[in-house]
């Protein structure tokens, strides 16, 4: 049976409420492991996950399943409608004004029949390239090699049937030098014939042993206001708390977002230019939300100015003739909210990070960031650490390895102090996926700004 088939049969489980929506997410991947240059570990999937949603009186339950049998659709369905029927009548007539109704998606590039193979053989050759760097440049390699091929099918009560595939790889090497310092490197496609294993040894080799830096002496930086480079990895992970405390349309519409009376006005340096585009090449794209809406470029920063927040159903009807943009995150809305899921940061004049450098007396340079949260996500002000390749700026060059140093520092101030960004962009993911696979990531240039470090790591 094909996921949109098992979508329908699933909806037609449903009985009672104001509504239902069905999805059928199917996924098939392939992940190896391994660490200290050996392989520790592969795991692979092939699974469905059935989810039922059911309005109720302005409110949805949800409940799902991995099982396809009648009676298992039917026990799912009942437990959506219990669950939606219990919140209408303990808390009365809610906000969710209904489904979205039936609208056409355009199709888009993000399935790669090569990729969905999931061949272990090429995850075993990737392996084998990153082990052989480390060998050459005497450090260990760890990280993770995989590749995903999910389908997801969605119908509802309002005429919604559609479908969408897509493909994804993606490779990340951490590299340990004899002495303790580390030095990464990713990369994520929607084609794994893009990934280079070689490439992503190398540079996180390279930043590992320092070869680049002057010297080979560890630096203590004190804490204060520093000029930066941020490698596309650094500034994409910041760009992501953006995505949740100031693109997100619930929290703009709860007025607790950092946009909130801002709209319109410049947030961020004349040269950053945003968007959510969920067809842009290097992206992975998607067809249509959580709720079936339509995927469609959305301008969020245009020449430093503050354009628009994402929005889902539910947070559109908070505000008088806000739509849904096709940001929803789950069914009936995420708790989360709606964010922006295929950000894109136009890039720049500069060639490379080297002449971003160039223009520093003293700074830091910056390979990417770990363990960062939000502070105040009205501010958007996060905290975090840098790790795997941290170096002092010297004169214009990379000097030295730094000591990893803490952030504290607001994401809008960053961006309105970018001096310039890099003509290169590239596609940053975290790869990691908790519960079903659902790949995404941000495509960002590397940038020169200002950065406030609050102390070691």
């Known amino acids: ?27 098939r991947s392939l992940l190896l492991r391994f660490a200290r240059s050996r392989p520790t570990q592969a795991t692979a999937v092939d699974d469905a996950t059935m989810s039922i949603t059911v309005l109720w009186d302005g409110h949805v339950g949800s409940a799902a399943t991995n099982r396809e049998d009648e009676e298992s659709l039917t026990a799912c369905a009942r437990a959506a409608e219990a669950a939606a029927e219990s919140a209408a009548r303990t808390r009365g007539s809610g906000p969710y004004p209904g489904f979205p109704s039936a609208a056409p998606v355009k199709p888009h590039d993000g399935f790669d029949a090569a990729t969905a193979e999931l061949d272990p053989a090429v995850g075993g050759r990737a ?38 595939r897509v493909s994804d790889a993606f490779m990340k090497t951490t590299c340990i030098a004899s002495d303790g310092r580390s030095g990464w490197a990713n990369r994520t496609s929607v084609r794994v014939g893009d990934l280079d294993p070689t490439a992503v040894a190398e540079a996180a080799a390279t930043r590992a042993t320092g070869a680049f830096a002057k010297r080979r002496d560890l630096v203590k930086l004190e804490p204060g206001d520093y000029r930066v480079v941020l490698a596309p990895a650094a ?13 997100n349309g619930l929290a703009h519409a709860e007025g607790r977002g950092a946009l909130v009376g801002r709209i319109g006005t410049r947030v961020a340096a004349a040269s950053i230019n945003l968007s959510d585009s969920p067809r842009y090449p290097r992206t992975l794209p998607r067809a249509f939300d959580a709720e079936g809406v339509a995927k469609a470029p959305l301008p969020l920063i245009q020449d430093g100015v503050a354009i628009n927040v994402a929005h889902d159903t539910r947070s559109a009807a908070l505000i008088d003739g806000a739509t849904s943009t096709g940001h929803a ?11 922006p899921t295929n950000m894109v940061v136009v890039g720049g004049g500069a060639s490379d990070e080297t002449e971003l450098c160039a223009p520093i007396e003293r700074g830091v340079y910056v390979t990417r960031l770990w363990y960062t949260n939000a502070i105040r996500p009205n501010e958007t002000l996060i905290t975090g650490v840098t790790r795997d390749g941290t170096f002092l700026i010297e004169d214009g060059e990379i000097a030295a390895p730094l000591e990893d140093l803490r952030l504290t520092d607001s994401v809008l101030r960053v961006l309105e102090r970018t ?39």
């Open 127 to 164: 392996l084998a390239s990153a082990f052989d760097v480390g060998a050459a440049h005497g450090v260990e390699a760890h990280g993770v090699w995989s590749v995903g091929d999910v389908e997801t099918a969605l119908a509802t009560t309002t005429g919604t049937a559609v479908v969408d």
């Open 235 to 247: 500034i994409a992970e910041m760009l992501d708390w953006l995505a949740l405390g100031a693109f």
């Open 329 to 339: 995150l789950s069914a009936g809305g995420s708790s989360w909210g709606a964010m």
């Open 1 to 27: 049976m094909s996921a949109l088939a098992l979508a329908e049969r699933a909806l037609s489980c449903v009985r009672a409420g104001d509504g239902a929506l069905a999805t059928v997410a199917a996924e």
């Open 419 to 457: 001096e310039a960004l890099t003509g290169d962009h590239v596609l940053w993911s975290e790869g990691e996926f908790y519960g079903r696979r659902f790949a995404r990531g941000t495509v960002a240039p590397a940038v020169r700004s200002t950065l406030r470090f609050s102390g070691g790591a």
